[in-house]
């Protein structure tokens, strides 16, 4: 069981605390989405001009990067042009960190059909494969935003027609927004899937840090999502993917400190088997 965590959980820590506290929890990788420098690790020296530094640093603890996550939103017409920059600057990162995965979300026009934002998903991620390395990398689409039913997914999986764009399953996105169980969700995409993101939460709209839908997050195990359930599906088939704790502190300031939340996932985890 390969555990890794997004760095969404550690807002406040510099880059030397993250490695420091990933080996220290038990974690296998880290997943780069920010550092206390700024939300966008492609643009900070240590992993520009000091990438050496920072791999020789990671692998030293024995870690490995897991992956690196984009703000890419593929199917968005107006991002075109940004999202083949962003990806121009994280080639080269990911591929210096020694990491498989870049996560990409896929969003789109408010206003588009569905049929709309496949086409012009095809359009861009076509375009983002054709970049130097970007054959070397598994491009990740998060099930996330208008993307959380396996069927849409697999219009844009269909569509890009590659081996190297896979599937993100966001456990939590699919069971909580969408309506899939994880075993519906596996059926219909497990082979294009090389990683998960986990987090819990609890249907509770009367709390005072309820998301707009009623839902507050949770650490894993003590929430309402069948968890356990989809770890257990995948270790049915012999996973050997990525288990990524997404906890979300960058973006939900009240949730428990990295400190505690980290820990936390990697014993509820072992816990599994």
Not at 21 to 30: K, N, T, V
Not at 193 to 206: G, R, S
Not at 255 to 265: D, H, I, K, T
Request: a negative charge; charged letters at 25%; hydrophobic letters at 40%.
């Amino acid at each position: 069981m390969k555990l890794a965590f997004t760095t969404l959980a550690c807002p406040g820590w510099d880059l030397e605390t993250i490695i420091d506290s990933a080996a220290d929890y038990g974690f296998d990788g880290i997943d780069f989405r920010g550092t206390s420098e700024g939300i966008d690790v492609t643009t900070q020296s240590a992993f520009t001009t000091g990438i050496e530094a920072t791999r020789k640093r990671i692998e030293d603890k024995g870690l490995v990067v897991s992956g690196v996550s984009s703000s890419i939103r593929i199917c968005d017409t107006d991002k075109f042009g940004s999202n083949l920059e962003e990806a121009k600057r994280t080639i080269p990162v990911a591929l210096a960190l020694g990491a498989k995965q870049v996560r990409v979300f896929g969003y789109g026009d408010e206003d588009a059909s569905t049929e709309d934002r496949v086409r012009q998903g095809v359009r861009c991620m076509g375009a983002i494969l054709e970049l130097d390395g970007a054959d070397q990398i598994d491009w990740l689409l998060e099930m996330h935003d208008y993307w959380v039913a396996s069927s849409d997914c697999r219009l844009l999986i269909d569509g890009v027609d590659h081996p190297r764009f896979q599937i993100l399953w966001d456990i939590g996105h699919t069971t909580r927004i969408g309506t899939e169980s994880p075993m519906e969700t596996f059926a219909a995409l497990g082979s294009r899937i090389p990683c998960v993101h986990l987090k819990d939460a609890i249907f509770d709209e009367n709390q005072e840090f309820a998301m707009k839908d009623g839902w507050r997050y949770a650490l894993p195990g003590r929430g309402q999502l069948p968890l356990k359930e989809a770890v257990s599906v995948l270790q049915s088939v012999g996973y050997q993917g990525w288990y990524v704790f997404e906890h979300e502190k960058r973006w939900h300031a009240d949730l428990e400190e990295p400190e505690v939340a980290l820990p936390a996932y990697v014993a509820w985890m072992r816990s599994l088997g």
